[in-house]
């Protein structure tokens, strides 16, 4: 036993550590009182406002990533990939930071559109787009709209009446080795056109023949949480001789290649993560040898970076409602939320870490495993988390890098409705999104 365990009043003189700028926002720190503030707020002054679970979202940190964006790649067209994380704010600061804006269903598109963006920064793809989404894009006069498949094609072919720029996505085989829900690189899998064959080439005929559909570039995405930048230089190879191929064969000079986004963040202490500098150094390369040897003239570059801009940006707080000790098992900490708001663990094994909002522990620490309140074996949030031993029920607990594929996953599972968002920045909050209420859930059930 320390001397800090047994005189815990001894660490009040002690300065707090730092929380972890890899997972966290960068403008997270410990006030005097030992609690957890984010952009200058409190998170215990945010459950007391808002409630628990309760979404933050630093403003300050999404600005921050955008910029990283911007400045690391200054020739590239960085598009925000809204599946991410979309509201009529958030949609606002990224374009407000020279993002364009990636959207994938109508419903993204109206979000999107009222929020002010030019519909000529918008990209439109997505697998299965229906006729009705097609043709609300070509009204909207959406800038690009990436085809998917055939039926897009013969969609696309009927419903224009005025000039369209389309992108064709292929599937370049490119194996990142994630979760097979997340690698969509590879030729076996639901999305785009295979890289070489019959079925890619008379998509290709058809839209380069149409008089209004116009073919300036392909499309790509690898897969989600891709750390080695490699593979980006790889696909880079296969495209660009895929275009040279196109003008080859039809005449046809495509000036766009978008190489997607799935750039990898870290969730936990020491995960590894995308190294932007040396993404944009194998993107130079490869474009510089690609387009050498295939005697190519150099197409504009396009990514969608979306869990990059706003992963780290999110903090989730939630309260404790159970403690339960497992003879000779493990500590469950029972908070109120769970997989209504985080289902990444559940879909994807995703693993997070959990810390106290309200104060800072200065004694002893045991292991535990953070679980939902929903009724699924598999509603955990965190496991092998410290946890200071004298843990209480209403106490808070704060959950870093959630910014990204909650809200926008998050279902109504038992009839708990979905968390609300709130934005904080130099010490104020604002509500983005609020809580969705049992009267939401009851008002679309017709009975």
């Known amino acids: 036993m320390t001397l800090l365990e047994i005189f815990p009043s001894l660490r009040s003189g002690l300065p707090a550590p730092r929380l972890d700028t890899t997972i966290w926002p960068c403008r997270t720190h410990y006030d005097d009182l030992g609690r957890i503030t984010v952009d200058g707020v409190a998170l215990t002054d945010i459950a007391d406002q808002y409630g628990t679970p309760t979404y933050v979202l630093s403003e300050t940190e999404v600005r921050d990533r955008c910029r990283s964006y911007r400045r690391h790649f200054p020739g590239t067209d960085i598009v925000y990939a809204a599946k991410a994380l979309l509201t009529r704010t958030v949609a606002e600061w990224v374009t407000r930071e020279g993002l364009a804006v990636d959207v994938c269903s109508a419903g993204e598109l109206a979000i999107a559109l009222s929020a002010g963006v030019d519909p000529q920064r918008l990209v439109l793809h997505g697998s299965g787009k229906p006729y009705a989404e097609l043709e609300y894009a070509v009204g909207a006069r959406v800038g690009r709209i990436v085809v998917d498949s055939p039926t897009e094609v013969s969609l696309l072919s009927t419903l224009v009446t005025r000039p369209q720029r389309v992108l064709v996505r292929i599937t370049p085989d490119i194996d990142v080795h994630g979760h097979p829900a997340v690698r969509t690189g590879v030729a076996d899998q639901k999305f785009g056109f295979v890289l070489d064959s019959g079925t890619t080439e008379e998509a290709i005929r058809t839209i380069v023949a149409h008089p209004l559909l116009e073919l300036v570039g ?199 409705g979905r968390p609300p968002i709130v934005a904080v920045q130099g010490g104020r909050s604002r509500p983005l999104v609020r809580r969705e209420t049992v009267q939401d859930i009851l008002s679309r059930d017709l009975g």
């Open 218 to 416: 392909l499309h790509c995405h690898l897969g989600s949480q891709i750390h080695d930048p490699g593979h980006y230089g790889e696909a880079i190879y296969r495209l660009i001789a895929r275009m040279a191929a196109i003008r080859q064969d039809h005449g046809t000079i495509t000036t766009e290649l978008n190489i997607g986004g799935g750039h990898a963040v870290a969730y936990r202490t020491g995960d590894a993560e995308l190294n932007l500098r040396e993404l944009a150094d194998i993107i130079e390369d490869a474009l510089d040898a690609a387009c050498a040897r295939h005697r190519f003239p150099r197409p504009v570059v396009t990514m969608e970076p979306g869990r990059a801009i706003v992963a780290r940006a999110g903090v989730t707080v939630y309260r404790i409602t159970a403690i339960k000790r497992i003879e000779g098992g493990r500590t469950y900490v029972v908070v109120d939320g769970g997989m209504n708001d985080n289902p990444r663990v559940a879909l994807y094994g995703a693993r997070y870490t959990a810390v106290m909002a309200n104060r800072h522990p200065t004694g002893p620490e045991i292991d535990a495993t953070v679980a939902g309140r929903y009724c699924e074996a598999g509603d955990i949030l965190a496991t092998d988390v410290r946890m200071p031993a004298d843990l209480h029920v209403g106490e808070l607990l704060a959950i870093p890098a959630t910014g990204a594929y909650h809200h926008s996953l998050a279902p109504s599972y038992n009839g708990v």
